[in-house]
């Protein structure tokens, strides 16, 4: 059998070698002698049946590069955010990428959120945080590619901005763009878990091409690595504590002025003034929250991370990152305070005074509430 030189793997679009296990695409040549059209590298297959990842030599430029090749055709761009972690997933400078083609903003993992929210409401938020950050698209949607909620209605709205062209879909890793996709050729075509998924972020390697009618192509792209999302702190353990995998249950903690929230040992939030009140956190129901007094907080950090604050787990919590602080003021009502990759937890009334601690790197801000 001779192989082509372009051959990929059908798991994360790398182009498929024999030589070297260390770099992006390689399988066995033993592959060949299986009597099969597509082709996964080991990183995918390993993946798929071991859930194990395997690093591969690519960086934020070769991911880039390839944005850039977007706004040399004429395409539809369908940008996937995370809805939980709305402004950790966001693309900066995406209108730049896309030049001229319009771009369909789709909101994924809608069914993390708490069922008392409504989705005209969140849609409404999407695009007046998406106009925010510069960027207006020529619609919104709302989806769980996991659960295929809202999938009918996306796929409609794909085919009708595309106008017969092609289709680029990006985002940030994470976001469950590969997920998504899947989800499109299951609903076409009757077959799952093409691409290959996982938690782990910078899944796909190449883009991945997928033929649509009238001669287009959808295009799956790499995910955007965002460095300030707390995904980029933590290892594959910790990882799946921190990621939502079902509805979210908000947790309501009264506070009074000198007392202390840890969100497990990766983040941590002060109330210094304002009067008792109420903070609500969202964030994965896995995840621990401690409460304390301030006083307190330093030694039971120091004394206590990687066991009764974890995550970081033990194996590596010497060596996570130490906690920097930041004062907030919360000025507005319904505000979110957003430790990014990590949650929010909600303020509902204007007055509070807070220093919060993430790892440097990780961004930390306040926005208006969503929900």
Same mark, same amino acid.
């Given at each position: 059998?001779?192989?082509?030189?372009?051959?990929?793997?059908?798991?994360?679009?790398?182009?498929?070698?024999?030589?070297?296990?260390?770099?992006?695409?390689?399988?066995?040549?033993?592959?060949?002698?299986?009597?099969?059209?597509?082709?996964?590298?080991?990183?995918?297959?390993? +993946?798929?049946?071991?859930?194990?990842?395997?690093?591969?030599?690519?960086?934020?430029?070769?991911?880039?590069?390839?944005?850039? /090749?977007?706004?040399?055709? !004429?395409? &539809?761009?369908?940008?996937?955010?995370?809805?939980?972690?709305?402004?950790?997933?966001?693309?900066?400078?995406?209108?730049?990428?896309?030049?001229?083609?319009?771009?369909?903003?789709?909101?994924?993992?809608?069914? &993390?959120?708490?069922?008392?929210?409504?989705?005209?409401?969140? &849609?409404?938020?999407?695009?007046?945080?998406?106009?925010?950050?510069?960027?207006?698209?020529?619609?919104?949607?709302?989806?769980?590619?996991?659960?295929?909620?809202?999938?009918? !209605?996306?796929?409609?709205?794909?085919?009708?901005?595309?106008?017969?062209?092609?289709?680029?879909?990006?985002?940030?890793?994470?976001?469950?763009?590969?997920? #998504?996709?899947?989800?499109?050729?299951?609903?076409?075509? =009757?077959?799952?878990?093409?691409?290959?998924?996982?938690?782990?972020?910078?899944?796909?390697?190449?883009?991945?091409?997928?033929?649509?009618?009238?001669?287009?192509? +959808?295009?799956?792209?790499?995910?955007?690595?965002?460095?300030?999302?707390?995904?980029? #702190?933590?290892?594959?353990?910790? +990882?799946?504590?921190?990621?939502?995998?079902?509805?979210?249950?908000?947790?309501?903690?009264?506070?009074?002025?000198?007392?202390?929230? #840890? #969100?497990? =040992?990766?983040? /941590?939030?002060?109330?210094? !003034?304002?009067?008792?009140?109420?903070?609500?956190?969202?964030?994965?129901?896995?995840?621990?929250?401690?409460?304390?007094?301030?006083?307190?907080?330093?030694?039971?950090?120091?004394?206590?991370?990687?066991?009764?604050?974890?995550?970081?787990?033990?194996?590596?919590?010497?060596?996570?990152?130490? %906690?920097?602080?930041?004062? %907030?003021?919360?000025?507005?009502?319904?505000?979110?305070?957003?430790?990014?990759?990590?949650?929010?937890?909600?303020?509902?009334?204007? =007055?509070?005074?807070?220093?919060?601690?993430?790892?440097?790197?990780?961004?930390?801000?306040?926005?208006?509430?969503?929900?």
């Amino acid at each position: 059998m001779i192989v082509e030189p372009q051959l990929r793997c059908i798991g994360c679009g790398a182009a498929i070698q024999f030589d070297d296990p260390k770099k992006a695409g390689y399988a066995p040549k033993s592959v060949l002698e299986k009597d099969e059209e597509e082709i996964i590298c080991q990183r995918c297959f390993r +993946l798929k049946h071991y859930n194990e990842v395997q690093d591969v030599p690519l960086d934020d430029s070769d991911f880039l590069n390839m944005l850039h /090749r977007i706004g040399e055709s !004429k395409a &539809l761009v369908v940008n996937i955010v995370d809805i939980f972690d709305f402004n950790g997933s966001w693309i900066p400078g995406l209108p730049r990428f896309a030049a001229e083609n319009p771009i369909l903003l789709v909101g994924n993992k809608a069914d &993390l959120l708490p069922r008392s929210v409504k989705y005209p409401k969140l &849609l409404r938020w999407m695009r007046r945080m998406a106009e925010e950050l510069g960027l207006r698209p020529v619609d919104v949607c709302l989806v769980s590619a996991a659960k295929g909620i809202g999938m009918a !209605k996306v796929m409609e709205a794909i085919n009708r901005y595309r106008e017969g062209g092609d289709v680029y879909v990006v985002g940030c890793t994470n976001v469950g763009k590969s997920t #998504f996709i899947n989800r499109i050729i299951e609903e076409a075509t =009757g077959k799952g878990n093409v691409i290959t998924t996982s938690y782990f972020p910078g899944t796909t390697l190449d883009m991945i091409e997928i033929p649509l009618e009238g001669g287009a192509t +959808l295009y799956d792209t790499p995910g955007i690595i965002n460095h300030h999302q707390m995904a980029h #702190f933590v290892d594959a353990r910790d +990882l799946k504590i921190i990621t939502p995998k079902r509805e979210i249950h908000p947790r309501v903690y009264q506070l009074n002025e000198g007392q202390t929230l #840890f #969100f497990g =040992g990766l983040a /941590r939030l002060d109330y210094i !003034k304002g009067g008792r009140r109420s903070f609500v956190c969202y964030m994965a129901n896995e995840l621990t929250v401690h409460r304390t007094k301030l006083e307190k907080a330093d030694s039971l950090y120091a004394n206590q991370l990687g066991d009764l604050l974890s995550p970081p787990n033990k194996r590596y919590a010497a060596e996570f990152p130490p %906690l920097v602080p930041r004062s %907030l003021s919360v000025k507005e009502r319904k505000t979110d305070i957003v430790f990014s990759g990590l949650g929010w937890v909600t303020c509902n009334d204007p =007055g509070a005074q807070l220093v919060v601690h993430a790892p440097k790197g990780v961004d930390v801000f306040i926005r208006q509430s969503l929900i």
